[in-house]
């Protein structure tokens, strides 16, 4: 049971405009939650992270909202670049040891 | 400052035989996690060592086990290995009482 969803495989967006990934997720009890991005060839590497209690974290270009109602977190990219094409992973943390990632979503800004 | 190091970078083994993987931490990093990532799917957590021992594991059969050492360096080891097998694994660090992790290039394991 796929308890992180990633339901966009893919994505393109025009250089310059706002890049919106999608992460859904089904079990209440996750606490804190990350976006990771992975080049080919490379290890996944830390973007932003949201904890359970906030709704809204912001670091440079990079925004992540969670609406624990909706058990829904995205990630906006403003303004996106090229080098931000990518493959892009969710993932949640139920309690202090492991991530469940989503199957991620490759985004491709178009110069 | 190097960061989360792994060895080798590519590996092909036959079914049945044994592999291990190594991973050297981030400066500073005391935790390891190992995770399994197939094609066009997320990683899928293994386990973590902290202190030298398994703290968590994840839904893996014992042919998978790790260790840890004293300098936190850790080995993944698959035994009776499977085509099914064939992945990229992942280590990741963090420092105690950290949500972040840091993650290593990853080792390409093809079993055939």
């Known amino acids: 049971d796929q308890q992180v969803k990633q339901n966009s495989p893919s994505l393109s967006v025009q250089e310059g405009r706002i890049s919106i990934l999608n992460c859904d997720y089904t079990n209440s009890m996750f606490d804190y939650f990350l976006w990771y991005k992975k080049y080919p060839a490379e290890g996944p590497t830390f973007l932003i992270s949201i904890s359970s209690i906030k709704d809204k974290n912001e670091d440079g270009r990079f925004t992540v909202f969670l609406n624990k109602s909706a058990k829904h977190l995205s990630l906006h990219i403003v303004p996106s670049q090229p080098g931000d094409s990518a493959v892009y992973f969710c993932?949640?943390?139920?309690?202090?040891?492991?991530?469940?990632f989503g199957t991620g979503t490759r985004l491709k800004v178009l110069a | 400052d190097a960061g989360v190091t792994q060895s080798p970078t590519h590996l092909i083994k036959t079914r049945g035989q044994q592999v291990t993987l190594r991973c050297s931490p981030k400066?500073?990093?005391?935790?390891v996690s190992w995770y399994q990532q197939a094609l066009g799917q997320g990683p899928q957590f293994i386990f973590q060592?902290?202190?030298?021992?398994?703290?968590q594991r994840g839904n893996f059969p014992d042919r998978f086990s790790g260790h840890q050492f004293p300098n936190y360096s850790s080995e993944l080891n698959v035994n009776a290995l499977l085509l099914g097998d064939s992945a990229l694994y992942l280590c990741a660090s963090r420092a105690g009482g950290m949500n972040e992790q840091y993650f290593g290039p990853g080792t390409r394991l093809t079993v055939t």
């Open positions: 400066s500073g990093h005391d935790t």
């Open positions: 993932a949640a943390m139920p309690g202090t040891y492991k991530y469940i």
């Open positions: 060592y902290y202190e030298e021992e398994e703290r």
